[in-house]
């Protein structure tokens, strides 16, 4: 208790008197709001376990942003105009979100029983943030920003990430306690791509990820939680709270279908070869078509 000023004392025991917390005993455990060099005690919360929100204080919901559903989109550029455009709604998403938080703390601010130190809310109050609850340990603050990133994965669980808001339904297959995010975007994939991100699972221990597993993928925001590790790659700790997920869909595959459409441009040129030579040419009689060997009919590897 010597390591605490006495108006320190004399602030918590008001606040605690207030019914903003139940504190029946005085503990050394201390929860930041914010990220900084020992704040004043204005920036911290002083509970026994966790922060009680008053009976007063208003209910708190979250708006909930609905994923946009990309998995029919095929076409590299239009899967990149697309994600421009869900981005762009969750940028909108993410101002009415703030203004949601700002209000709550307006509300609680103006309540004549509720007495908490200024800045207690400051994280809620100036960012907009994943947290369901504006009395969480630990406030996950959506970038500014809002930069993409990409987890690549199954169809089965990009569906459910995005279903359920989380990222905690990313199998263990692709990290136990952890997710791995990257700045590669899903429009700018070459045929080399989904084997270099396998190789990336594999050096961070989880084998069992193949090319296969990692074809499809959701796009979310970056967040202060978010830890950079090397190049493209960014950690996120799995800890079962909502995360928005912002599009989810299939990697584009244009190198394949642009394969396809050169296959069908030869098939084409084919025929037309084939049609030239077999119309006579002027002032000749027609000629039947020599016969061929029905068991070997022309190909394409013939021209």
Same mark, same amino acid.
């Given at each position: 208790m010597s390591a605490l000023a006495e108006s320190d004392m004399v602030a918590i025991s008001r606040w605690s008197n207030s019914g903003a917390l139940l504190l029946p005993i005085y503990t050394p455990f201390v929860f930041p709001f914010h990220h900084s060099k020992r704040p004043r005690l204005s920036s911290y919360l002083f509970c026994t376990s966790s922060f009680i929100m008053a009976d007063n204080w208003p209910a708190y919901e979250r708006p909930t942003f609905k994923s946009v559903d990309l998995a029919d989109v095929g076409d590299r550029s239009a899967l990149e105009a697309a994600l421009g455009r869900a981005f762009e709604q969750y940028r909108e998403f993410t101002r009415q979100l703030l203004t949601s938080q700002q209000k709550w703390v307006a509300t609680v601010q103006e309540s004549e029983d509720s007495q908490f130190p200024p800045g207690a809310f400051k994280e809620f109050e100036t960012e907009?943030? =994943?947290? &369901?609850?504006? @009395?969480?340990?630990q406030m996950e603050c959506i970038d500014p920003e809002i930069s993409p990133l990409y987890v690549y994965l199954t169809a089965e669980a990009a569906e /459910?990430? /995005?279903k359920n808001q989380r990222l905690e339904d990313i199998p263990a297959t692709f990290g136990d306690d952890e997710v791995m995010a990257l700045t590669t975007p899903p429009y700018a994939w070459t045929s080399a791509t989904a084997n270099s991100i396998?190789?990336?699972y594999h050096k961070r +221990?989880? &084998? =069992? @990820? #193949?090319? +296969?597993?990692?074809k499809?993928? !959701?796009? !979310?925001?970056? #967040? $202060?939680?978010?830890?950079? *590790? $090397? +190049?493209? !790659?960014?950690?996120? #700790?799995k800890d079962g709270r909502r995360f928005d997920i912002v599009a989810y869909g299939r990697a584009s595959t244009q190198h394949i279908r642009s394969r396809s459409r050169?296959?069908? $441009?030869? *098939?084409a040129h084919l025929r037309t070869i084939v049609t030239r030579f077999s119309q006579p040419s002027e002032g000749q009689p027609k000629q039947s078509a020599p016969m061929r060997n029905k068991s070997n009919p022309p190909t394409i590897n013939d021209l």
């Amino acid at each position: 208790m010597s390591a605490l000023a006495e108006s320190d004392m004399v602030a918590i025991s008001r606040w605690s008197n207030s019914g903003a917390l139940l504190l029946p005993i005085y503990t050394p455990f201390v929860f930041p709001f914010h990220h900084s060099k020992r704040p004043r005690l204005s920036s911290y919360l002083f509970c026994t376990s966790s922060f009680i929100m008053a009976d007063n204080w208003p209910a708190y919901e979250r708006p909930t942003f609905k994923s946009v559903d990309l998995a029919d989109v095929g076409d590299r550029s239009a899967l990149e105009a697309a994600l421009g455009r869900a981005f762009e709604q969750y940028r909108e998403f993410t101002r009415q979100l703030l203004t949601s938080q700002q209000k709550w703390v307006a509300t609680v601010q103006e309540s004549e029983d509720s007495q908490f130190p200024p800045g207690a809310f400051k994280e809620f109050e100036t960012e907009p943030c =994943m947290n &369901d609850s504006p @009395v969480d340990e630990q406030m996950e603050c959506i970038d500014p920003e809002i930069s993409p990133l990409y987890v690549y994965l199954t169809a089965e669980a990009a569906e /459910a990430c /995005a279903k359920n808001q989380r990222l905690e339904d990313i199998p263990a297959t692709f990290g136990d306690d952890e997710v791995m995010a990257l700045t590669t975007p899903p429009y700018a994939w070459t045929s080399a791509t989904a084997n270099s991100i396998k190789k990336k699972y594999h050096k961070r +221990g989880y &084998d =069992m @990820v #193949t090319r +296969g597993d990692v074809k499809h993928f !959701i796009a !979310i925001s970056s #967040t $202060d939680s978010f830890k950079h *590790e $090397d +190049g493209p !790659i960014w950690e996120h #700790t799995k800890d079962g709270r909502r995360f928005d997920i912002v599009a989810y869909g299939r990697a584009s595959t244009q190198h394949i279908r642009s394969r396809s459409r050169r296959r069908r $441009d030869r *098939e084409a040129h084919l025929r037309t070869i084939v049609t030239r030579f077999s119309q006579p040419s002027e002032g000749q009689p027609k000629q039947s078509a020599p016969m061929r060997n029905k068991s070997n009919p022309p190909t394409i590897n013939d021209l």
